[in-house]
């Protein structure tokens, strides 16, 4: 299975960008990296997920390196309610692994006024 | 669009009971996949369901159980209850069983064992 490496916590500024990395150098060429984030109490919310291109929403923005071996989750201009727990994940695309996601630690990001 | 809707939120039971959670997908989806989340195994993958069959399992003992209903409606079942089933347990639903469609979760049930 693809693993991600994570920093275990980050800080960050009210109102300006959170850059959240992870790496995945294991990744695959049909494996997709996804994001999900915890917010105390209640389940992961879905954020956003690529395969090769960079990918934007109205949550976030998701920069992929041309070598797929890392990633970066831009929270564009953070609140305070973005404090959570994030998780990068790859899904390892293999019939043994339909419906499955592999969660990590994540990162704690602490958004700070 | 409701969101995936679990129920109960929270249950007390005593050891050697059994229990059995529901799980409402989102309105067109037809994939669900349940977790169960502890403090110190994290998120873990129990089971999923796509047309009534479970597709894949993780790896939890047999008291674990599942099935899924033609509206796509899932239900767990964990029999002789052990102090360490108390957790959050997950429920997430996708429109299939692509790797490209995204699980979207529920906000769990509480099981907690006296």
């Known amino acids: 299975d693809a693993k991600t490496t994570q920093p275990t916590s980050m800080d960050c500024a009210e109102g300006r960008a959170a850059n959240l990395p992870c790496n995945h150098s294991t990744i695959s060429g049909n494996e997709y990296v996804y994001w999900y984030r915890q917010i105390h109490s209640q389940g992961p919310q879905y954020i956003i997920h690529g395969l090769k291109n960079n990918e934007t929403n109205e949550m976030a923005s998701l920069i992929i390196t041309e070598d797929r071996k890392s990633s970066t989750l831009i929270l564009p201009h953070a609140t305070l309610r973005d404090t959570a727990v994030y998780y990068c994940i790859v899904r390892v695309a293999s019939s043994s692994n339909t419906g499955k996601l592999i969660f990590g630690q994540g990162t704690t990001l602490q958004v700070k006024p | 669009k409701a969101g995936v809707t679990q129920t109960p939120r929270y249950l007390i039971k005593t050891r050697g009971q059994q229990v059995t959670l529901s799980c409402s997908p989102i309105s067109g989806h037809r994939s669900v996949s349940w977790y169960q989340q502890t403090p110190g195994q994290g998120l873990q993958f129990l089971f999923e369901?796509?047309?009534?069959?479970?597709?894949n399992k993780g790896n939890f003992p047999g008291r674990f159980s599942g099935r899924q209903f033609s509206n796509s409606r899932s239900e767990m079942n964990v029999s002789t209850l052990e102090l360490g089933d108390s957790a959050l347990y997950l429920c997430?639903?996708?429109?299939?069983?692509?790797?490209?469609?995204?699980?979207?979760f529920g906000d769990g049930t509480r099981l907690s064992i006296l």
């Open positions: 369901y796509f047309s009534e069959t479970q597709r």
């Open positions: 997430a639903s996708s429109l299939g069983t692509g790797f490209n469609q995204p699980q979207h």
